[in-house]
């Protein structure tokens, strides 16, 4: 199933093309247009899920961590290691309501409370 104005069901469609780091039956993995680290993919099923919190199908979300071991020997960040995210709604931030994982590597990262996005330092935001 497929969401008419939904843009990464146009791209898992080929309606919208991408340099497809992976593609099969069931999803597609291509880089970020805002890349956060120099390897910054995205895993997107082909059929529209909002979240991952959008009741998938077991199937489907085995799958896509099967492709996300699949794209990190692809890209070459399997040995270094890399991070993965999944914006869920609103208070994450989620732009695109499309189920997407993001895979972040090529560079080290700092870990996510040495950060300044803790609700303690955006409290007032
Ligand atoms: P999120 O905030 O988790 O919903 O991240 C959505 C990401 O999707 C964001 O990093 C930018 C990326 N993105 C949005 N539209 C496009 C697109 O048309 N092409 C590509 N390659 N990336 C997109």
Redesign the pocket.
Known sequence: MVKDDC?FCK?GAGE?P?QAVYEDEYCIA?????PLMPVHV?IIPKDHYSDVADDVPEELLGHLFKVVQKVSDITGIHEGGFRL?L?TGDDA????RHL?I?MLGGHKMPRPNDQDWSFEANKDN
């Open positions: 843009i791209i919208i991408v291509f880089p970020d247009m805002e995205l995210l914006n931030s989620q732009s695109v997407h993001h």
